[in-house]
């Protein structure tokens, strides 16, 4: 059996995913030793374990992600075969960052294969996922809807927008969008760490700071990656203009800093030595 997750929103179906392993684990094998984690750089592994029988359970689950956009046409047919032999015994989860190719999906006629996708989501379908989610964090309607207001269509940062109000009701949503100009302008001089970036980016919080570098910068490096970013046309042409080098790292600059003042080991004021 063979599941694909895959979609632009790579949150949820990274989400998706993983909860299909754990639900492997709950039904067949709490203890996940009949679990594999393999790199789609070593796909010879991933056939070898489909030829391997499991000790722990009847069944085997292992997770390859990127498997069929990196997999060669030989190695296809042998894991067709594999699967084939043991149908009910082997469960394979492949996440897909891109569209499985038509080609693959008619070699894999014969072998049972579930697809999950998660499209980029409307407003409408937005506000209602938002508001499934906000049920486990039990934030007020005022509160998911101004999340959801905030972030569409943007599914990790609005979770993670969920579980900061969790944690601290009080505490303000990250500025993004709701100033273009300023927000675009100064992310945009960051990046490509032009004259005058300094000032523009210390009009906003510190708190601010890191998740507007992150989150703009994760868009900037899915829009040179040719992905449906919702945007501003100025803001596309921004970053398709910066060097990915330098939108890679001033994306990792706001991740350390965003991680570290969120888990508390460091103040706001301390995280501005990632980006400056």
Request: neutral net charge.
């Amino acid at each position: 059996m063979l599941l694909i997750c895959s979609g632009k929103d790579t949150f949820r179906s990274r989400q998706k995913a993983q909860e299909l392993v754990n639900a492997f684990k709950s039904k067949f094998d709490a203890s996940g030793f009949s679990v594999e984690n393999i790199d789609a750089k070593n796909i010879d592994s991933v056939l070898n374990q489909t030829g391997a029988m499991s000790m722990f359970s009847t069944r085997r689950l292992i997770r390859c992600d990127g498997l069929l956009a990196q997999i060669k046409p030989v190695q296809l047919k042998t894991l067709i075969r594999r699967l084939k032999e043991d149908a009910s015994g082997i469960i394979l989860i492949s996440l897909e960052a891109d569209d499985v190719s038509e080609k693959i999906l008619k070699d894999l006629k014969d072998v049972e294969v579930h697809r999950y996708e998660f499209d980029t989501m409307g407003t409408a379908e937005f506000r209602q996922w938002c508001k499934t989610i906000a049920k486990q964090f039990q934030l007020t309607e005022k509160q998911t809807m101004a999340i959801a207001d905030r972030y569409c269509p943007d599914t990790w940062l609005a979770y993670q927008e969920m579980t900061k109000s969790w944690a601290n009701p009080d505490a303000p949503l990250v500025q993004l969008e709701s100033d273009e100009g300023n927000v675009f302008g100064a992310i945009g001089k960051y990046f490509s760490k032009s004259s005058g970036w300094r000032a523009l980016l210390h009009e906003f919080s510190e708190d601010q700071i890191p998740s507007l570098l992150y989150g703009q910068g994760k868009n900037g490096l899915k829009v040179q990656d040719g992905q449906d970013v919702r945007l501003p046309s100025f803001a596309k042409n921004n970053f398709l203009r910066t060097k990915k080098e330098d939108l890679l790292a001033g994306t990792k600059s706001g991740a350390d800093a965003l991680f570290l003042s969120r888990t508390g080991l460091c103040t706001p004021d301390e995280t501005e030595i990632f980006y400056e």
